[in-house]
């Protein structure tokens, strides 16, 4: 990724006024003029990093969950943002996709809190929480984050096109099988059916592979929990013996090394992820997993933060930003800054910045 001069000071305070944190480099992002619009591309632009706040507002962050490493990355540069903008933030999660009654509970639990000031919302429906966001978009900003989702009552928005996603993984398929030729079985693990994001990586990576040797001869719905996928692959491998690659999801490729191992067919069938992990890293690392496209989800964290604290410092901000989409195999792997894509090794979910005894 291309880098730009440093435009922020040297050193700056953490919220509780005594740790020094270092400057940050101004890069190359994404902006949609049309922020609802992905079928626009997008434009490279300079961001310069957002300056500290000058009060100690409260953001409350709404997750789908916080049980896989994609979203671990996201609280985590959530939680670094804050630190180094001088802003509290909270954290809620649903626990998972199909949970959407519980994530509009907590939504409206955030928007109603009198000490809240911006509501950051990863949604687990593309419209299933439309109404509650109207609702408490009448009293304090409502961003969405990461996944997309309706825009009436949406102040800003950080994410990427997941057709894009879906579009970049089945092309990269598509350039590893070139020409006409026997068919390249494949399975494919699209994500919870019902989640906003699945519809457009659906439709992009089937899009990608039309008309090519790539052929999707099973496709198994279902939740992001890794158990889940496990039992995913390995019904789809007894169902479908065939199959030469399995391409899907994160926790899905996660799963699938180790069901293949088991199972003696490692080197004989491929894993692709449509977004990238630790353990996706570990596993292109390793040769275990061919390639996964990443929408660097430590840098959204960052950027919905940053957005946040412009919005409410009356500040000009782009409505519709995000990172560049990179698609990354082993060789890839020297090319990208990874760490706007994962979090550090130590890092645990954390639900409060600061923790309840600094405040």
Known sequence: MRRFPVVVASVLLDLCGSVPLPAVAAREIMRWEAPDDYTQPGTPVAYAPVRPATRRWTLCAAFPHIKDAYWLG?????IDEARRLGVEVRFVEAGGYPNLQIQREQFKACGSDPAVDAVI????????????????????????????????????????????????????????????GEEIPIAWFPGPQGAGWVPFVDRGFR????????????????????????????????????????VGNALMAEAAISVLRERGRQDGVGIVATYFTPAVYRGILRGRIVAAPSDAPVLQGRLSVGQAVD?????????????????????GLKRID???????????PQFSFPPASTK
């Open 74 to 78: 996201v609280n985590y540069g959530m």
């Open 121 to 180: 919302v990863g949604t687990v429906s593309f419209d299933g929480l439309s109404d509650v966001i109207g609702e408490v978009a009448r009293r304090i900003p409502v961003l969405a984050t990461v996944n997309d989702v309706a825009g009436e009552g949406i102040a800003a928005k950080v994410g990427v096109s997941w057709h894009e996603m879906g579009r970049l993984t089945g092309e990269y398929l598509v350039r590893r099988h070139p020409g006409r």
């Open 207 to 246: 899009d990608a592979i039309a008309n090519s040797r790539i052929v999707i001869r099973s496709t198994a719905w279902g939740d992001t929990a890794k158990s889940i996928q496990r039992n995913l692959v390995q019904g789809t491998l007894d169902q479908h013996p065939e199959v030469r690659y399995l």
């Open 311 to 331: 919005l409410l410092e009356g500040r000009r901000f782009a409505r519709h930003i995000g990172p560049h989409v990179q698609v990354v195999d082993r060789d």
């Open 338 to 348: 990874l760490d706007d894509s994962l979090p550090p090794s130590t890092f645990t």
